[in-house]
């Protein structure tokens, strides 16, 4: 993972923050396992299922710009340039959107939402958007003559457990190794890639 540093900036190898994210989800995964006070785990957990998303945005975003700077990809680095500028007119493209218009029409083929590692991934995604972009239901409860008003429903963050956080990691790798067998890659060299973009080692056999 080389890092230039220039007079002002530094600039790095493609891989180096989907890289920097995995580690982070992995180290959240990693203590959600051991912390014993039930809200630092549920805590960790949150960060790892943030991260772990977060992860493949960046990793679609950095992974695709390579694709489309192939020969005869003109037409869709046009498009997916268009779709990453941050004063597009529709604002800026969600992750969904990404992973719904950019395989079909740079890979020729679509995730298949419905089944596997997409389907898998589409969950972690709605998850992680239920525990940061919720709103609040404003609920108001009486316990005796006392009266809460404003309350927002927390029960998806109350409700998580320390395996979510292992699970959320192996979703996002698999999110990966989705996309390379669509790009076409020989399944031999997936370890490896999996290994350069996310950090983890290949299995020793």
């Known amino acids: 993972m080389e890092v230039l540093i220039l007079k002002h900036s530094t600039i790095s190898s493609p891989n180096r923050m989907i890289s920097v994210y995995f580690a982070c989800a992995r180290r959240s995964a990693a203590r959600a396992q051991i912390v014993r006070e039930s809200r630092e785990q549920r805590e960790e957990v949150v960060a790892c299922l943030s991260m772990a998303v977060a992860a493949v ?6 992974y695709f710009r390579i694709l489309v700077n192939k020969p005869g990809k003109g037409k869709e680095r046009k498009m997916l340039l268009q779709d990453l500028d941050p004063d597009r007119s529709r604002g800026p493209m969600s992750l969904y959107a990404k992973l719904c ?14 089944k596997g590692p997409a389907a898998a991934f589409n969950s972690l995604r709605i998850k992680r958007n239920e525990l940061m972009h919720f709103v609040s239901s404003y609920e108001t409860h009486s316990v005796g003559n006392v009266r809460f008003v404003g ?16 699970d959320a990691v192996r979703t996002a790798e698999e999110m990966l190794e989705h996309v390379f067998r669509l790009a076409e890659m020989p399944e031999r060299e997936i370890p490896g890639a999996l290994h350069h973009w996310t950090g983890k080692p290949p299995a020793v056999q």
């Not at 945005?57 to 950095?62: P, T, Y």
């Open 151 to 166: 309350l927002a429903d927390t029960s998806v963050f109350d409700d998580l457990q320390p395996t979510e956080a292992l």
């Open 57 to 62: 945005e960046v990793f679609v975003n950095v």
């Open 101 to 114: 218009n950019w395989p079909p029409k740079i890979l020729g083929k679509s995730l298949q939402w419905q």
